[in-house]
């Protein structure tokens, strides 16, 4: 594994102040929204147990209510590397940036081990990106986009542009309130492709 990330699609200065001054921001969670978190944390509490929970063990409940372990495992290194990618999710966020100034935006620092984990994942699944678009970070409400897709309405909630709420279990029986809800990335498609 080399210790750079992704010099051959590295933009220059000049082309990044461009596409920001000219394009929409738009801020893209990973967990939930582009990797598949919930699939790593049944296959973990399977592997655990013995048990496979089915959508309706864990629907409408948060994390730690769903998987008691969950704390554990997303503070093992290496738990981030191998998630699988949600579908249609490489194909439309491919698209979206040649209409938008895409930022993959996670809160990472709360389990340091993850920020290699996520990196690499991020240049294996979506090289295409450049590292000047990926904000690894603590609290969201540090960043300023024009839309905001996420899973949860702790990062929503505090955003002040356009918000879609990504539909995954702990989220599916709540009231969307103002944000805009998406069950997939075709329906993302719909909304912000012309
Ligand atoms: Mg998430």
């Known amino acids: 594994m080399t210790a750079s990330y992704n010099s051959k699609v590295f933009i ?6 461009f596409k920001i001054q000219k394009m929409k921001r738009l801020a893209i969670d990973m967990d ?21 929970l089915t959508p ?26 191998h ?3 949600m ?23 709360q389990f340091p081990t993850c920020l290699n984990d996520k990196m690499f994942w991020l ?10 678009n990926i904000c690894l970070c603590g609290s969201k409400t540090i960043i300023k986009a024009d839309i905001l897709i996420d899973d949860h309405f702790k990062n929503l909630d505090y955003f002040e ?4 709420l990504y539909t995954t279990f702990h989220n599916v029986f709540a009231n969307e309130g103002r944000h805009k809800r998406v069950n997939n990335w075709l329906e993302i498609e719909q909304i912000l492709l012309p």
């Open 83 to 85: 998630l699988a990618v």
């Open 12 to 17: 220059d200065n000049k082309t990044f102040l």
């Open 161 to 164: 542009g356009e918000t879609l």
């Open 123 to 132: 240049q294996d699944h979506f090289p295409f990106i450049g590292w000047q």
């Open 32 to 52: 939930n929204v582009i990797a598949d978190i919930t699939e790593a944390f049944l296959n973990s509490h399977e592997r655990e147990t013995g048990v496979r």
């Open 87 to 109: 579908p249609d999710s490489q194909r439309v966020v491919k698209q979206l940036i040649e209409h938008y100034d895409v930022f993959i935006v996670s809160a990472a620092t």
């Open 56 to 81: 309706n063990d864990i629907n409408g409940k948060m994390e730690r209510e769903a998987f008691p372990t969950v704390l554990d495992w997303v503070n093992t290194e290496g738990y981030f590397r």
